[in-house]
């Protein structure tokens, strides 16, 4: 059976079931299934190339934008982002805009969390709200940041044509209101713990399921509903799952209903 069948029934599983303790376990069944997905691939990738000791994923060639996922010909995404990809792979730099907005723009480096706390501590209680626009990175510094949001009661935002993919959502999740305008590009996909050495098979796997689960747990601490991480789950790393405005509410990802340009004439 393929993994994307399999991970398919599981979802409509999910949506069928109305009994929640039933939707927990299916949901974290789910989350076994994939790690044992992942552990194919991360097998492959770990023998064909491990990274070099530092070495930071956003800095490759790699598009910061990827295909939207499809079953035939990949399609672009549903919006050109305003930032060039030279922007936005750089390191995540801070600047305080007017109305207490913190602008958190570039990819999520190792040690982004560290210097996003200095801002905060530095700004005191005047940030009131954090403005995204990223092609994610490290999980790490991403749930860090997520849980700091949370904690100090700040909200975010994602303005129209700015990105917050891959782990970038995870941040998202921590606001305590959490805003998407119009053309926002919000995309999810599949993450793992690439680390600085070469892991064995196992190794990888251990890392790509202890990874996932925090992530679920971490989005469940947020409100975020399930849904949200399976389709990440079911996104291969060079691909996105783009959010539509419906789903970005179905999931609890946004507080307030996305502008669409029916709602906006």
Known sequence: MKPSSLALRLKTAIVRADDGLLMRSAFFGLLAAAGAFLFTDLREMS?????????????????????????????????DPDSSPEILRQPMRFE???GGVLKAEGSIDLGAAERFAEEIAARGEYVQAVSLNSPGGSVN?????????REKGIN????SKALCASSCPLVFAGGVAREAEQDAILGVH?????????????????????TTARIARHLEEMGIGNGLWINALETPPDRLYYL????????????APVATAKQAD
Do not use: C
Request: zero cysteines; a negative charge; glycine letters at 4%.
């Open 47 to 79: 023998l064909a190339q491990a990274p070099l000791p530092g070495h930071d994923p956003m800095t490759t060639d790699a598009p910061v934008l990827p295909p939207a996922l499809t079953d035939g010909t990949p399609q672009a995404p549903p919006v």
């Open 96 to 98: 305080l805009l007017t």
């Open 141 to 149: 510094d991403a749930l860090a940041m997520s849980k700091l949001i």
């Open 156 to 159: 975010t935002k994602v303005a």
């Open 190 to 210: 599949q993450v793992f713990n690439a680390g600085q050495d070469r892991p064995s098979p196992e190794q990888a796997m251990s890392g790509a399921q202890s």
């Open 244 to 255: 539509t405005p419906e789903e970005m509410a179905e999931f609890k990802l946004v507080t």
